[in-house]
Nanobody
Framework: QVQLVESGGGFVQPGGSLRLSCVAS????????MNWYRQAPGKERELVAG????????TYGDSVKGRFTVSRDNAKNTLYLQMNNLKSEDTAVYSC??????????????WGQGTQVTVSS
């Protein structure tokens, strides 16, 4: 079955850095685009970054442009999010997500369980 497992979250001071990872299994990772989302308490979930299946195309939310970098290693079935110059407003649960096609069910969204990032002094 499809599994997405995030790691790398934690507590960091403003201006610090973290790298999140999302290990995928149960599907052909290199065939699908991947996305990072985040959700802070009391706020709607927002798209942080996305990357095409082979990494040639990326997209970022306005609030993280120039600070975050999304990448992937298809040989390791792993998605990354490098987060630099972190701000308190980056505090949220970060989740990876993909949309996969199955002949019997069509397109379906799959989410990881999320990893908490807390930015505070």
């Amino acid at each position: 079955q499809v599994q997405l497992v995030e790691s790398g979250g934690g507590f960091v001071q403003p201006g610090g850095s973290l790298r999140l990872s999302c290990v995928a299994s149960g599907f052909t990772f290199s065939n699908y685009a991947m996305n990072w989302y985040r959700q802070a308490p009391g706020k709607e979930r927002e798209l942080v970054a996305g990357i095409s299946n082979v990494g040639g195309s990326t997209t970022y939310g306005d609030s993280v442009k120039g600070r975050f970098t999304v990448s992937r290693d298809n040989a390791k079935n792993t998605l990354y999010l490098q987060m630099n110059n972190l701000k308190s407003e980056d505090t949220a649960v970060y989740s990876c997500k993909t949309k996969i096609y199955r002949p019997d069910t069509g397109w379906s969204d799959y989410w990881g369980q999320g990893t908490q990032v807390t930015v505070s002094s």
